[in-house]
């Protein structure tokens, strides 16, 4: 089925078997190297995380969701930067904030 609403290009973007459309924020993403392995604002603050997570623009480490702080998402929040990926070695998870969802 192809939807043909003028404008949208849906039939570029749409995935395989009702799939959701790829995020193009990964095509975008620079090459950035991640940062120590700390999440600064709750090491400041005197907080243990949870988890971290490297923002994929620019290579900041902040702690998830599941951490007190959040700090990846206020990162997100103050610099529009839209993908995060899980920091520890060997995962390949990776979260768009825009889409919120895995990507």
């Known amino acids: 089925m192809t939807l043909n609403t003028p404008g949208t290009h849906a039939t570029d973007r749409a995935g395989l078997n009702g799939q959701v459309p790829r ?10 190297g991640a940062g120590p392995p700390i999440c600064e604002e709750c090491l400041a603050l005197g907080r243990q995380w949870a988890r971290l997570l490297v923002c994929l623009t620019c290579g900041w480490v ?21 993908v ?17 969802r895995t990507v």
């Open 62 to 82: 902040a702690c998830s969701d599941d951490s007190q702080g959040g700090h990846a998402r206020a990162h997100y929040q103050e610099t529009d930067h839209p």
């Open 23 to 32: 995020c193009d924020h990964v095509d975008q993403l620079p090459a950035a």
């Open 84 to 100: 995060v990926a899980a920091l520890e070695p060997g995962s390949t998870w990776r979260w768009c904030y825009v889409h919120r």
